[in-house]
């Protein structure tokens, strides 16, 4: 079932490539299957297409960034506990730079702050760690 719905997934952004939200549609489902590299190569693919304005062909504003920044995160939290902590620190970075949510800045910092501490750099995790709590104290 999974296989064919994805298949047809595939099919329909081949027909339809001015359709982001179906690439969102997949990064969702590849978030759900907890393949966040895959969430993360479908995401980016939505947001190279231009955004429509025609009903039904976008989703709210926002919610792209919010599923790459949630994929960024889970890709760099395996990483971490795979024991790469310098792959996962570049790929918080990307999360950082996309997530547009108090909330979701104030994690990629966290884990950011995780990574420095694991690669020696305990000056760095600590500014991390204390821009992760600027971003939870300041007022949304």
């Not at 971490?80 to 104030?106: H, T, Y």
């Not at 995790?125 to 709590?133: D, E, F, G």
């Amino acid at each position: 079932e999974f296989r064919r719905v994805l298949f047809r997934s595939v099919q329909a952004t081949r027909r339809y490539p001015l359709r982001r939200h179906l690439q969102i549609a997949i990064g969702m489902h590849y978030l759900y299957q907890n393949r966040s590299a895959d969430a993360i190569t479908e995401l980016k693919k939505a947001r190279a297409i231009p955004a429509r304005t025609v009903e039904g062909e976008d989703w709210q504003p926002g919610v792209l960034e919010s599923l790459l920044a949630t994929a960024y995160h889970r890709q760099a939290a395996t990483l971490l506990r795979g024991g790469d902590a310098l792959s996962a620190a570049e790929i918080v970075q990307q999360a950082i730079a996309v997530a547009q949510q108090p909330a979701q800045k104030s994690e990629g910092w966290k884990l950011l702050a995780v990574c420095l501490q694991k690669l020696g750099q305990e000056t760095e995790a600590m500014t991390a760690w204390q821009m992760a709590q600027e971003m939870i104290a300041e007022p949304a």
